[in-house]
């Protein structure tokens, strides 16, 4: 079965770093969202993404976040400079046209000392 | 998207059947009912979804009812894998547009052996 690669599974950084999450995409999915779950609370949405635009963003989404495709496969989430409240489990889920169904991958735990 | 209620928790024993409820009474007409589960700190995992027909799969089944302002995902036959935070969520689509999902606290189901 097709999946939702998100790479790296763990990454510990220190405050003020710049962070990088990586989404692979299932092939032929033209959707993108961003979600993150932080211990013990609810899964939030972030961001979403269509062709090469952000269709919809959260007020958790702010100028310390940027996402992109820099090569038409990956689908990455740049944290600018991470703060403590940073830390959590970070989703990324693709959407095929029309199939009405998101597929989530197994997530990046991010650690911010 | 419409707000939907679910209990915090319920039991089920192995081998038998989990109803799980869900209340969506301000659903509009063109809003789907997914369900999604997510088990430990995975990515949450696609199950069901329907608009008002039931809808059944080879993990669940998924009831309506008339009105729509309610429905039930039935595990048929329950096992331990199946412990797992299950989310009810409202939906709107329409071709074209990506339309985020909005997670709630769900319901934790804990099959007992």
């Known amino acids: 079965e097709p999946e939702v690669t998100q790479t790296p599974s763990h990454q510990v950084t220190q405050m003020g770093q710049e962070v990088i999450l990586r989404c692979v995409p299932i092939?032929?999915?033209?959707?993108f969202y961003w979600y993150r779950q932080i211990l013990g609370q609810k899964v939030e949405f972030l961001v979403s993404f269509y062709n090469n635009e952000i269709s919809e963003k959260s007020e958790i989404f702010d100028d310390q976040f940027s996402v992109e495709r820099p090569d038409g496969s990956n689908f990455t989430l740049k944290i600018r400079s991470t703060k403590l409240e940073d830390s959590a489990m970070y989703f990324c889920?693709?959407?095929?046209?029309?199939?009405?169904?998101?597929?989530f991958g197994a997530g990046s735990r991010l650690t911010v000392l | 998207d419409a707000k939907t209620t679910q209990p915090p928790s319920m039991d089920c024993a192995e081998g038998r059947a989990a109803n799980l409820p869900c209340n969506h009474s301000?659903?509009?007409?063109?809003?789907?009912v997914y369900w999604y589960r997510q088990i430990h700190s995975q990515g949450p995992q696609y199950i069901i979804h329907g608009l008002k027909n039931n809808e059944t799969n080879e993990m669940a089944s998924l009831i309506i009812t008339e009105d729509r302002k309610s429905s039930t995902l039935i595990l048929p036959h329950a096992t331990l894998r199946d412990t797992a935070v299950y989310y009810c969520?409202?939906?709107?689509?329409?071709?074209?547009?990506?339309?985020?999902?909005?997670f709630g606290k769900g319901t934790l189901l804990t099959v007992n052996p």
């Open positions: 889920a693709t959407e095929a046209s029309g199939a009405n169904v998101l597929t």
């Open positions: 301000t659903i509009s007409g063109n809003e789907y």
């Open positions: 092939s032929n999915h033209l959707y």
């Open positions: 969520i409202v939906r709107g689509w329409s071709g074209g547009s990506n339309y985020k999902l909005t």
